[in-house]
Structures are given as structure tokens and as C-alpha cells.
């Protein structure tokens, strides 16, 4: 089969292998799309090595999620089924995959929507549920929420019935996608606005880290959290602790690095019945055929990137 591999340089290019063959709680899976991750460009630079999540990953190979038809079926799943979830290595003709990591493909979404959803759609029921003990009603604020991930994350706060979801920015230009995602209101900056120290949120899903994270702090109500996700904006940050011991704040960081097979089948379980009626589908920023490879690691590297960037796969 083809599939993408970094080589010295580093570079990402198509070569050929054997097609995976799957172990006995495995799927076989024809993959239709991948989406790509800031993970898959740390990983190419050598800094981000996964560890295993249930699955094997080969360090040199490229795409953490994907969309296809099962080809070989195990478990509930039956030839043809239109599925997508994460796997390692998806940018590739073939992947294996557990089981119980799939998720079904929701009725109308293209092979490109449906690669795209995996990684962020985990990444933020499980910050939102699971860490940051989220109840509807509450209130979320989500920062970098122009983000892949961030967009996806305002969505799902609103769908789960948050009572107030704010998203940060520092383009005044993409509020409105914000507001489109599900948003309440958007603040630009930094500087974030004074106003939203009043009674402060719930629920705090920070993308960008740095400065952005000591800035958050007060916006948070005595004895809420943050949780930590991503560092778009550096990876230290001053936290003023006297705020932090006087409100009783949580700060929680999370990754998926490490996770083993049954916490995730767990958490995508969680997820599934969510799946079919989650009403938005993510913003796809640009699509590449497999070959067009490096192309669509200079547009996951420009500052106008704006949603996922997809691979589809031919046949
Ligand atoms: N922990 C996990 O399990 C997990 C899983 C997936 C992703 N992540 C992390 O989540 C983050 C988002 O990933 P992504 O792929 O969704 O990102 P992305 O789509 O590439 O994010 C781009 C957006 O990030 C914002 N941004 C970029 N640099 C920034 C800076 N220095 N300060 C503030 N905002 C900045 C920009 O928003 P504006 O220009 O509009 O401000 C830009 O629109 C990454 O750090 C990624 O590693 C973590």
C-alpha cells in the first residue's frame, strides 16, 4: 500500500509497504481521509514522541485519525461500515485499528468532515467531561478557540448545554466563526476584558498556555478549573498562586500520550451516543491528495491556517 513516511531532511513522502494486517481484536480499515495535527508537525521536528495508546505507532510514520469503509470486520463492525476514529499512522492507503476505538460515520458527513473530528472531538468531551467536571449550566470559557481543536470545543460546550460559552481570539476578524461555532461572545485579545472577572467561569479549556494562562487565572469563579490542553502560546507560564490558593482553582493538564486501550474504548463509548446528534461538523481549512503531502505541511505551519487540514486517500 502507500503510505506517508518522514525521511531524512526531515520530509514527508509516499512510499510503498505492506498492508497491515490485523490482529485478532482488530479492524481492517480502507481509509478514505486523514486529518493532520500539530502533533504529526512536533513529531516530524522530533520534538513529540507518542507513547503507545493502544495502538503500535511507527515514529516515522504521519496521521493520527481518519475516516473509512471497514474492510475486514471484527466485533460489532461489518464490511463497508463508514467509520473514523485514531489510529497511528492514517495517512496511509490501509490502518488497523481496536474495535472498540471506532466510532460510526454520522449520516451526511463526507469522508473529509468525518477525518477531520476524531482527535478534537475527544480531546475536548474528555477535557470537558472528564477533567473539568463539566455541568450543564455552567459556564466555559475556551481560549485559542479559533483553533482546530478550540472550534470543536465551543461547540461542544454549547451542545452540552453550557449556560454561557466565550471564546478567545486575537483576530477581531474570525469572532464571527466563533460565534458560529456556538460561542456566546468572543473576546479579543489580549488584552482579555476586565467585565468577565464578575462572578468568572466555570470551566476554563486553555489551547494557548503562556501568557494567555496567567491571564486566565482571574477570570476564573472561586473554586473552578482550568484545563490545560495546549500551548499554542508557549509552554510556561507565571501563575499568581495567591489567586489560586484564595479562589481554590483546579489547573489540570491532560494529553493522550500514555492513555491505554480500555480508558480510551471508555471515553469513546462516552462519546458515541453524542456522535450522531452533535450538530456541527468541523471547519475544514484545506484539503490535499496523498501526494500533495508536503503542501499540506506548509499550510499546517501558515498563521492563516483556519480548521484541519485533511489528506484524502484514492484507490
Ligand atoms: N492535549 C491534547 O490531547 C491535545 C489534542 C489535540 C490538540 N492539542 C493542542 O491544542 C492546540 C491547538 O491545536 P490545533 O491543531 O487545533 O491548532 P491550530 O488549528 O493550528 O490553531 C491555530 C490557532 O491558534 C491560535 N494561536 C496560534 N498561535 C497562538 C499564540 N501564540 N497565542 C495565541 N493563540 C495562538 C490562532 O488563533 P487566533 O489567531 O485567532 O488568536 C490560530 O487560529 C495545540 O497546542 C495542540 O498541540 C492538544
Redesign the pocket.
Known amino acids: 500500500m502507500r503510505a506517508v513516511r518522514t525521511v531524512t531532511g526531515p520530509r514527508w513522502t509516499v512510499v510503498r509497504m505492506p498492508r497491515p494486517v490485523p490482529a485478532p481484536e482488530e479492524v481492517l480499515v480502507r481509509v478514505r481521509a486523514a486529518g493532520l495535527?500539530?502533533?504529526d508537525v512536533l513529531m516530524r521536528d522530533d520534538t513529540y514522541v507518542p507513547d503507545d495508546a493502544g495502538w503500535s505507532v511507527a515514529t516515522d510514520r504521519v496521521g493520527f485519525e481518519f475516516s473509512g469503509e471497514v474492510v475486514e470486520s471484527t466485533g460489532e463492525w461489518s464490511a463497508g461500515d463508514a467509520v473514523l476514529g485514531q489510529a497511528g499512522g492514517t495517512c496511509a492507503e490501509f490502518v488497523t485499528v481496536d474495535h472498540r476505538l471506532l466510532l460510526r460515520r454520522p449520516a451526511g458527513w463526507s469522508w473529509t468532515e468525518a477525518a477531520a473530528a476524531p482527535?478534537?472531538l475527544l480531546?475536548e468531551y474528555d477535557a470537558l467531561m472528564h477533567v473539568g467536571g463539566f455541568r450543564p449550566g455552567e459556564t466555559v470559557l475556551v481560549t485559542?478557540a479559533?483553533?482546530?481543536?478550540?472550534l470543536v470545543a465551543v461547540g461542544l460546550a454549547s451542545y452540552l448545554g453550557a449556560g454561557r460559552v466565550v471564546g478567545?481570539?486575537?483576530?477581531r476578524e474570525?469572532a464571527a466563526s466563533v460565534l458560529a461555532a456556538g460561542a456566546d461572545d468572543v473576546l479579543v485579545g489580549p488584552p482579555l476584558r476586565a467585565e468577565y472577572t464578575g462572578t468568572g467561569f466555570d470551566v476554563v479549556l486553555d489551547?494557548?498556555g503562556?501568557a494567555?494562562l496567567t491571564a486566565v487565572i482571574p477570570l476564573v469563579r472561586p473554586g473552578g478549573g482550568v484545563v490545560q490542553?495546549?500551548?499554542?502560546?508557549?509552554g510556561t507560564a507565571l501563575l499568581d498562586l495567591e489567586i489560586l490558593a484564595r479562589h481554590r482553582l483546579s489547573l489540570i493538564g491532560?494529553?493522550?500520550r500514555g492513555r491505554r486501550l480500555p480508558e480510551l474504548a471508555n471515553l469513546i463509548d462516552a462519546l458515541r451516543p453524542h456522535l450522531s446528534e452533535f450538530p456541527r461538523r468541523p471547519l475544514i481549512d484545506s484539503v490535499f491528495s496523498l501526494e500533495e503531502i508536503e503542501d499540506a505541511y506548509e499550510r499546517?505551519a501558515s498563521p492563516e491556517?483556519?480548521?484541519k487540514v485533511v489528506i484524502t486517500v484514492d484507490h
Open positions: 495535527n500539530r502533533a482527535s478534537a480531546t485559542g479559533t483553533s482546530a481543536v478550540g478567545t481570539t486575537r483576530r474570525r489551547h494557548v503562556g494567555t490542553i495546549g500551548r499554542l502560546g508557549g491532560t494529553t493522550f499546517l491556517l483556519f480548521g
